[in-house]
């Protein structure tokens, strides 16, 4: 592997979300950032705020992960950019906190769509580069919602949605990694964003707790901290795992 080495982060732009949190712990290890967001201001504006923070090279580009051409052309702006990409995180993903018998049309794929299919969009396009490189770490974000059946803030597309990327990443460690690529996935329990209907009070946060067996909830740091490890050279004989960052919350 070379001295320079690219991290692509998918859905990296919210302002308290787990991906920017990543991006930033990356660039402070010496990563250089290729961000893909829906938002491309957004995308560009936390490139920069990683450049000027960290002293990286950080690239944003604007995608729907849900739309194969949108991904396929962000991954070539931040390719020609930067130097050749190492790794790919999946973060991207949307909650759906509906009960199943009051899905509202259109849920169901938006969901799979965005959760699922973008996964295997942003994986595909990365895989074809790192195997041409014969050297590639790729870490999908699953969920514990994945292993409980739900039982956190979203329901059952979201459930499904969760586990098929689990499917995925054990599919794509199999096939990649004769190739030189590993594919593992991380399943977050609460952590403290907003994707689970806003900001949480601290009185959610006791309540959330209370299912694991730690006194608190997760923080973004927590789950980029295990991506990191995961991204890793030190990580090179791991894949095709599921990694739980979840205080306890489901032991298997």
């Keep these: 592997m070379t001295e320079q080495k690219t991290v692509v982060l998918t859905g990296a732009a919210s302002p308290r979300g787990i991906g920017r949190a990543t991006a930033h712990h990356l660039a402070e290890a010496g990563w250089d950032i290729g961000i893909i967001d829906l938002d491309q201001a957004a995308s560009e504006a936390v490139a920069a705020e990683i450049r000027d923070q960290h002293g990286v090279q950080a690239v944003g580009a604007g995608a729907n992960v849900a739309d194969e051409s949108a991904v396929r052309a962000a991954f070539d702006t931040i390719e020609a950019a930067l130097p050749p990409l190492t790794a790919l995180v999946n973060l991207a993903g949307v909650s759906s906190a509906h009960a199943y018998l009051d899905l509202p049309e259109g849920e169901w794929h938006r969901v799979l769509s965005i959760n699922l299919d973008g996964v295997h969009f942003a994986s595909l396009r990365a895989a074809e580069s790192m195997v041409r490189n ?3 770490r790729i870490v999908n974000l699953s969920s514990v919602s994945a292993q409980r059946g739900g039982g956190t803030f979203s329901k059952t597309p979201y459930t499904v949605a969760k586990a098929g990327v689990i499917g995925l990443t054990r599919g794509l460690a199999r096939e990649l990694g004769p ?9 977050p329990g609460p952590i403290d964003t907003d994707i689970m209907g806003g900001t949480l009070t601290e009185e959610r ?7 694991g067996v730690l006194p608190r909830i997760g923080t ?8 990191a ?3 890793s050279e030190d990580a090179g004989f791991v894949t095709g795992q599921t990694l739980n960052v979840d205080g306890g919350l489901y032991m298997h």
């Design 134 to 136: 014969g050297y590639g």
């Design 179 to 187: 190739r030189g690529v590993t594919v593992n996935a991380i399943a």
């Design 205 to 211: 946060k006791v309540e959330m707790a209370a299912d």
């Design 220 to 227: 973004p740091r927590d789950i980029a901290a295990a991506i």
């Design 229 to 231: 490890y995961l991204i």
